[in-house]
């Protein structure tokens, strides 16, 4: 899969790897799928040697470098199970720091299904592509955000302001890893329906006075611009002694206001997005990680609709 630098994309190998198992290729295609790293079998480890000789080593199938973790599949069958089971426990001993999992098909199935996914297989499901920022990667990004609007707002007890709804995943992430005493707001804004302007109205106002407070507005993702734009000078009006931005998502190449956003998670490339807040009609927002749509179910679902917007 193709991915765009500024996704912070990650490669899993570029030459095609022979996998022992079917079950591997699966479970290959699976991290693929959730845009996780991986290596197919990159490092055994010794666990018995007599003079120099190895009797016996260990090579799990996979290595997630995004969570340093090795993985070994498993099936069911009991004598396998053991001696895996045997295996680990001496690589365990003796690299007290190598985390190794034992994984059963049965398990990530039902990862996938938590999801709302089939069996790899019949992933056509919802209109999803491919996952463009996971959720530990979020979770890795969100943590930094969090840390560094803890220092350059220290000693200041910011207002954080979240644009509904899209924001929720993220304002609810981010305030956990901000580690000052804090406030927090919302609104809802709209577009005007029908009208091509990018005007933007808003339905759901701020409860909290603005006046001589450090508000930092959290937006899920800024396109155009538009919204953000309209926005910031209505609150500007307001007299806030700081107005600052923190967006999870800037998909900069579609951008028609320009502004400084001090605060940003991730570049995402000039394609619709969903999940972790971010919807297509409503639908994804339950996602735990940033995905594409995919364009064939988009032109199914877009028919006479009015489409993404
Ligand atoms: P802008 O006014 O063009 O910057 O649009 C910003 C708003 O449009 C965001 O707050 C989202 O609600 C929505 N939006 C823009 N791009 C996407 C996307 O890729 N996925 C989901 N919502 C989007
Ligand atoms: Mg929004």
New binding site residues.
Partial sequence: MERDAASKGRASPPVPVRFAHESEEEFAHILDFYGDTWEYEPRSFVLREEEGRVLEAFTPDFYLSDLDLYIELTTLKQSLVTEKHRKLRLCRERYPDVQVKLLHRSDYLSLLAKYGFGPFSEIEVAGIHNVLISASELERRVGELGARISRDYKGREPLLIG?LR?VTCFMADLIRHISLPLSIDFMAISSYEGDRS?AVRIVKDLEEPLAGRHVLVI??????????NTLLQDLRLRQPASLMVCALLD?RARRLVDMPLEYVGFEVPDE???GYG???RQKFRNLPFIATLSQDWLKVNLGTQRG??
């Fill in positions: 644009v899209g990018g937006e899920d993702i800024v396109d155009t611009g538009m919204t953000l998909k619709f997005v969903v971010l919807d297509f993404p917007e």
